[in-house]
């Protein structure tokens, strides 16, 4: 199959859909099939080189966002436009892009669920022209359901099928400060059309139809997978026991809550050390500076390190350094790519029973679960881990090859290949 896949790119910060899109693309290529990530609004940010890294960012968000906020750009003439979507313009916009909140970008995200009825028509008409330069594909895949509405202008315009992917947007359309039903009503009248509609998990298919009011079955479930390449085995250790994370360093994965986690640890007796990673985006960091101000006053800093926006390899060693693992998520997680990065290096780890999770530990065969926002609850089993090592090993070796039995890109791939093959099958009947 002839595939093009289509993301939206963060600019400059690590993003958990970028990573597993770019994953999927180089792992459908694997397989066979040539299959292209098409960057959308910035670029990506993948773990190495992304397959993208040749392409042309399409629908610029310096150019979306002013064709928003001034209905001036919106008459332009696309040559008048064109240098701000040079790469130099993006790579420099993408700097800011994490200091924006869901909170402030309603207007926008209906507009561009829109699609050519929305103020960015000129930037989707410019997609579109680009994408009928290309061989044509057998199928156009959407990395998720923000970007229906660009189904119906593609289908238009390429005479082929759209299949929509549900991730983590759900959070976003909840959080949206204004047009929150109408951005909802889009959606799902958006995913109603498309040819095919794939969740990263069932917890993702189920809150998805429960929301747009679709039937569950219209949903299909391809679970996400990593590349496993790379990761491990654990580091031996040289000092203290070391309690970790590595997810985006903001209250919702539960900052402050491991935080308190950890002091109550300390106030065990234990020697413990705790290392903090993952995305920081510019508008995080005071209340990541708030957690480690607590920190601080507890007279604990200095067993503290805090390593944001590595690369792939800084994120396996960081991971390599840890004993346990736990990123004791508030919010409902409609995956949760970091706990399979955890398992996948050696790491027994310790999550919530909410969202995605125990679908997807329990899939795996491995790791704790406990309620969620339980601080107690955290720190028992925390504890357990770290005084039986008999423990940690075979919950290791239990998450480590349950990764490899069912989550790598390699599964992804070809559950998406799957899904997609129905519906050229379908098509074609």
């Not at 994953?23 to 080189?49: C, F, Q, S, T, W």
């Not at 909410?354 to 720190?379: H, N, W, Y």
């Given at each position: 199959?002839?595939?093009?896949?289509?993301?939206?790119?963060?600019?400059?910060?690590?993003?958990?859909?970028?990573?597993?899109?770019?994953?999927?693309?180089k792992?459908?290529?694997?397989?066979?099939?040539e299959a292209d990530?098409?960057?959308?609004?910035l670029?990506?940010?993948?773990?190495?080189?992304?397959?993208?890294?040749?392409e042309?960012?399409?629908i610029?968000?310096?150019n979306?966002?002013?064709?928003?906020?001034?209905p001036?750009?919106?008459?332009?003439?696309?040559?008048?436009?064109a240098p701000?979507?040079?790469?130099?313009?993006?790579?420099?916009?993408?700097?800011?892009?994490?200091?924006?909140?869901?909170?402030?970008?309603?207007?926008?995200?209906?507009?561009?669920?829109?699609?050519?009825?929305?103020?960015?028509?000129?930037?989707?008409?410019?997609?579109?022209?680009?994408?009928?330069?290309?061989?044509a594909?057998?199928?156009?895949?959407?990395s998720?359901?923000?970007?229906?509405?660009?189904?119906?202008p593609?289908?238009?315009?390429?005479?082929?099928?759209?299949?929509v992917?549900?991730?983590?947007?759900?959070?976003?359309l909840?959080a949206?400060?204004?047009g929150r039903?109408?951005?909802?009503?889009?959606?799902?009248?958006?995913?109603?059309?498309?040819?095919?509609?794939?969740?990263?998990?069932?917890?993702?298919?189920?809150?998805?139809?429960?929301?747009?009011?679709?039937?569950?079955?219209?949903?299909d479930?391809?679970?996400?997978?990593?590349?496993?390449?790379g990761?491990?085995?654990?580091?031996?250790?040289?000092?203290?026991?070391v309690?970790?994370?590595?997810?985006?360093?903001?209250?919702?994965?539960?900052?402050?809550?491991?935080v308190?986690?950890?002091?109550?640890?300390?106030?065990?007796?234990?020697?413990?050390?705790?290392?903090?990673?993952?995305?920081?985006?510019?508008?995080?960091?005071?209340?990541?500076d708030?957690?480690?101000?607590?920190?601080?006053?507890?007279?604990?800093?200095h067993?503290?390190?805090?390593?944001?926006?590595?690369?792939?390899?800084?994120k396996?060693?960081?991971?390599?350094?840890?004993?346990v693992?736990c990123?004791?998520?508030l919010?409902?997680?409609?995956?949760?790519?970091?706990?399979l990065?955890?398992?996948?290096?050696?790491?027994?780890?310790?999550?919530?029973?909410?969202?995605?999770?125990?679908?997807?530990?329990?899939?795996?065969?491995?790791?704790?679960?406990?309620a969620?926002?339980?601080?107690?609850?955290?720190?028992?089993?925390?504890g357990?881990?770290?005084?039986?090592?008999?423990?940690?090993?075979?919950?290791?070796?239990?998450?480590?090859?349950?990764v490899r039995?069912?989550?790598?890109?390699a599964?992804?791939?070809?559950?998406?290949?799957?899904?997609l093959?129905?519906?050229?099958?379908?098509?074609?009947?």
């Amino acid at each position: 199959m002839r595939i093009l896949h289509l993301t939206a790119g963060t600019g400059r910060w690590h993003c958990g859909t970028c990573i597993r899109d770019d994953a999927l693309v180089k792992a459908l290529r694997a397989l066979g099939h040539e299959a292209d990530l098409v960057p959308m609004y910035l670029p990506v940010v993948a773990d190495g080189i992304s397959c993208s890294a040749g392409e042309r960012v399409q629908i610029s968000g310096v150019n979306a966002w002013l064709q928003q906020e001034v209905p001036l750009f919106r008459h332009l003439p696309r040559w008048m436009d064109a240098p701000l979507a040079s790469r130099p313009v993006l790579d420099l916009a993408g700097r800011f892009a994490g200091s924006t909140r869901p909170e402030s970008l309603g207007a926008m995200t209906v507009s561009m669920l829109q699609g050519l009825e929305g103020h960015q028509a000129k930037e989707i008409g410019r997609l579109v022209d680009a994408l009928r330069l290309r061989p044509a594909p057998d199928v156009v895949v959407l990395s998720n359901s923000l970007l229906v509405g660009l189904a119906q202008p593609l289908r238009d315009a390429l005479g082929v099928p759209v299949v929509v992917t549900v991730q983590g947007e759900l959070h976003f359309l909840d959080a949206l400060d204004e047009g929150r039903d109408e951005a909802w009503a889009l959606v799902a009248e958006g995913l109603a059309r498309a040819e095919g509609v794939v969740a990263v998990s069932g917890f993702a298919a189920d809150a998805m139809a429960a929301r747009t009011g679709l039937p569950r079955d219209r949903f299909d479930v391809v679970h996400n997978g990593i590349d496993v390449e790379g990761y491990g085995p654990l580091r031996p250790p040289e000092g203290p026991p070391v309690l970790g994370a590595f997810a985006r360093l903001y209250p919702a994965k539960g900052l402050h809550l491991l935080v308190d986690v950890y002091l109550r640890l300390l106030e065990q007796g234990r020697d413990l050390d705790l290392h903090l990673g993952g995305t920081l985006n510019p508008g995080d960091r005071p209340e990541l500076d708030e957690a480690l101000q607590r920190l601080h006053d507890a007279g604990v800093a200095h067993r503290v390190q805090v390593a944001a926006n590595l690369s792939a390899e800084e994120k396996r060693a960081f991971l390599a350094e840890l004993t346990v693992f736990c990123v004791p998520s508030l919010k409902d997680e409609t995956f949760g790519m970091y706990n399979l990065e955890a398992m996948a290096t050696g790491l027994p780890v310790v999550a919530p029973r909410r969202g995605a999770i125990p679908e997807v530990l329990e899939r795996a065969g491995a790791g704790t679960l406990v309620a969620p926002g339980d601080a107690e609850a955290f720190v028992a089993a925390i504890g357990r881990l770290l005084d039986d090592a008999a423990l940690r090993h075979a919950q290791a070796e239990r998450g480590r090859r349950g990764v490899r039995a069912a989550f790598t890109s390699a599964h992804m791939a070809a559950g998406l290949a799957d899904l997609l093959q129905r519906v050229l099958a379908v098509r074609a009947a």
